[in-house]
């Protein structure tokens, strides 16, 4: 646990409010969930940060979990040219084009049920586990699908707050 505030962190706190919501929309898109986060500045430390990050994200309705998915490229699909998207779907690299093909229809499937994209923590993730779990969720009531998706990113949302807090430049 850290116990003080590192470069990053003393970053983040003392970036103007403009700066600010910048860097925190790279972590979520939830508007939301960025306007309860520079609320709550200063950040005495990084489980500071992630406890407000849990918070937040507890407090999201349903329209504002709906905006924080709409930030998220579909797996298998990552942004081009998005670096943090390449970087959490590394387990895709080197899936089959048959597994890729296989996610691609699931993901659509999933979509069309829920109307928002299959999330998960990806980062560390093979793409066999994340084709397992989609087809078990797709099986979920969309109130169960929407928890689980809200639970998948309090943990999204705190690996990219540990990058954010962890550099000094806003990497």
Not at 6 to 15: A, C, D, K, V
Not at 76 to 82: M, T, W
Not at 89 to 116: I, V, W
């Amino acid at each position: 646990m850290t116990s003080s505030p590192t470069p990053g962190l003393t970053r983040l706190n003392t970036l103007d409010d403009s700066e600010a919501t910048a860097e925190l929309h790279e972590v979520c898109a939830s508007s939301a969930w960025v306007g309860k986060l520079l609320a709550q500045r200063p950040f005495s430390s990084a489980d500071t940060l992630f406890r407000a990050n849990e918070a937040a994200m507890a407090e999201l309705t349903a329209e504002d979990l709906a905006e924080a998915m709409g930030g998220h490229a579909p797996i298998g699909r990552p942004k081009p040219g998005d670096p943090t998207s390449a970087r959490e779907q590394r387990g895709m690299a080197g899936a089959s084009e048959a597994l890729k093909t296989e996610l691609l229809e699931l993901n659509l499937a999933y979509q069309d049920k829920f109307g928002h994209v299959f999330l998960i923590c990806a980062t560390g993730a093979t793409g066999e586990f994340m084709r397992d779990a989609v087809k078990v969720r797709i099986g979920n009531s969309p109130e169960r699908e929407r928890e689980i998706a809200r639970g998948e990113l309090v943990k999204i949302n705190r690996i990219r707050l540990t990058r954010l807090v962890e550099s000094a430049e806003g990497e």
